[in-house]
């Protein structure tokens, strides 16, 4: 009965060998791969100072890490993300929490999938972006309109991933816990929702770049504070080189999203076969 | 005085539609008894197996009695795979003694090491033998056993074998052994029935002490006739042979 037992043996390898014989091959592949942007930019700078590129068509790299440093200290950048940080988690703390709430109700039982499923369905065919005009006529243009759209934006994806989540959850593996003396509550604590999770998670994902595009958009009508702001303010005055550096807030926000999100994941998931090997 | 391990059902008919799997089904199983159930596939073995576990409706007009400690096999280990091991083998235990109970569970089928690994990491005999131990962790006074060997390979088999024996020994319950592998229920069961068109066609007890070779003539015997019970007939048993 000595079947060997690959996982152990791995672990106990890991620290010392592979690591070393890996590192530099490691090194070189990154190296490799940030050289061709850092090329790209390096071209850029050199036009911009040739005088190829107007400033006000884009602003030299030069330029824009300098401004990124002066928003940053003056205050300016840490008070327009702190804005936008608060749009979009209040966004999405309501837009995860009703897509959960209906994919537990929609997923569990028939007649909940019956109220819930089809207008969600019908709903999630509108492009949520077009309903910005409605928006303003019911919330104005303060901090709802916007935090509603995040929410619209981040409800659907969980909704619809974590509802096939439940539904793909493997009969037999429900059965089994029946037979072991699993209520419905177990059932659904130990069986479904573990089941649902990882399907779930990727509706995470997909709400957080959803909310993000929710929050640029939002953040075009008439804001006075948060990174669309200071991206329309800077438009006024020709500022390319401050519009530059809020869109690349925005893509660094994304990152940072998705990487919390995946760390996570590797918590939760980490019976998953997949993520046992790597 | 009935024995708490006692399992009756009289007067059993299942249908699906119009296709009647169980008719007027008759069973006693002496408690602490090992009997195999052959069958066809398709002749209603598993609708047995799950009638007395409870995962198929009972039949009012049916009286069918199992003891409250009932615990299933199946084919599929059907660990959930976002549990350790010993979290499997506790699914649905109450109290604080569960995780103990459970390790001494996995001793008994020699996986004490493996108690904190990830279901997807076992080997399908260690996922098998995982199952027998969330089984067996409830001391069951019904044991019900659906196919558990069908999906191992020869030798996880044998070895699955006589764990299994071995487990029954040691704890006693009524065991029910649904299988379509004539050998296979021999080699492990006192008493064999086999299920045809929804009754029980034979029933025919094996009075050949343990441990049971396949060389034994009594073995050889009684395999011919289970096969010819089940529909092989006799050339084809010579010509395999």
């Keep these: 009965m000595s079947d060997t037992h690959a996982l152990g043996a791995r672990e106990r390898l890991a620290p010392s060998l592979p690591f070393r014989a890996a590192l530099p091959r490691l090194n070189l592949r990154s190296y490799r791969r940030f050289l061709s942007p850092l090329v790209l930019i390096l071209l850029w700078q050199a036009a911009s100072m040739a005088g190829l590129i107007a400033p006000r068509t884009l602003a030299a790299p030069s330029t824009i890490i300098a401004t990124a440093w002066e928003l940053l200290l003056s205050g300016e950048l ?52 077009a309903l910005v005009p409605l928006f303003i006529l019911w919330f104005g243009i303060g901090e709802t309109p916007k935090i509603a759209l995040v929410a619209l934006g981040s409800a659907f994806p969980v909704y619809l991933t974590l509802f096939a989540g439940i539904r793909g959850v493997d009969p037999k ?85 998705d990487a919390l999100v995946r760390a996570f994941e590797r918590r939760a998931l980490a019976w998953r076969p997949n993520l046992i090997k790597a | 005085m009935t024995d708490n391990r006692q399992v009756s059902v009289r007067g059993l008919t299942r249908r699906f539609g119009t296709n009647t799997v169980l008719h007027k089904l008759d069973l006693e199983l002496e ?11 398709g002749s209603g073995k598993s609708t047995l197996l799950r009638t007395l576990a409870g995962l198929d409706p009972r039949p009012v007009e049916a009286r069918i009695e199992v003891p409250e400690a009932v615990a299933v096999a199946f084919q599929e280990p059907r660990l959930l795979p976002w549990k350790r091991v010993w979290e499997n083998v506790t699914l649905g235990l109450p109290g604080k003694g569960a995780p103990a109970r459970a390790e001494r569970a996995l001793a008994e089928v020699g996986l004490a090491r493996h108690r904190d690994a990830w279901p997807a990491t076992l080997s399908g005999g260690e996922a098998q033998r995982t199952a027998l131990a969330r089984a067996l962790v409830r001391e069951p006074r019904l044991l019900l056993l659906d196919e558990p060997f069908a999906a191992l390979d020869a030798l996880t088999r044998i070895r699955m074998h006589a764990l299994v024996l071995d487990l029954w020994r040691a704890h006693t ?69």
Excluded: K
């Excluded at chain 1, 988690?89 to 499923?117: F, H």
């Excluded at chain 1, 479904?192 to 770049?209: D, N, T």
């Excluded at chain 1, 006075?224 to 893509?251: E, P, Q």
């Excluded at chain 2, 069961?189 to 068109?197: G, N, S, T, Y």
């Design chain 1, 173 to 257: 593996l429900a059965e089994a816990g029946r037979v072991f003396g699993l209520d419905r509550r177990g059932l659904v604590r130990h069986v479904i929702l573990p089941g649902a999770l990882p399907s779930g998670l990727v509706g995470l994902r997909y709400a957080l770049g959803s909310a993000w595009l929710s929050l640029v958009i939002a953040e075009q009508i008439n804001a006075t504070a948060g990174i669309g702001f200071l991206i329309n303010d800077a438009r006024d005055f020709l500022r390319t080189d401050v519009i530059v550096v809020g869109l690349l807030v925005y893509a660094l926000l994304g990152l940072g999203a």
């Design chain 1, 78 to 129: 840490p008070h327009h993300l702190l804005v936008s940080l608060g749009r979009v988690a209040g966004g999405l703390a309501i837009g995860v929490t009703t897509g959960i709430v209906l994919a537990v109700i929609a997923g569990l039982s028939r007649i909940g999938e019956e109220v819930v499923d089809a207008p969600m369905q019908m709903l999630r065919t509108l492009p949520f972006l």
């Design chain 2, 173 to 241: 319950p009524t065991t029910l052994l649904v299988t379509h592998d004539v050998d296979e229920a021999i080699l492990l069961a006192d008493r064999i029935l086999v299920l045809d068109a929804g009754r029980i066609a034979a029933d025919i007890p094996v009075g050949i002490e343990r441990p049971r070779s396949h060389g034994d003539a009594r073995f050889a015997a009684l395999r011919r006739r289970l096969l010819s019970e089940l529909g092989v007939e006799a050339e084809v048993i010579r010509e395999a042979a």
């Design chain 2, 31 to 41: 408690p602490g008894s090992f009997t195999a159930l052959l069958g066809r596939s």
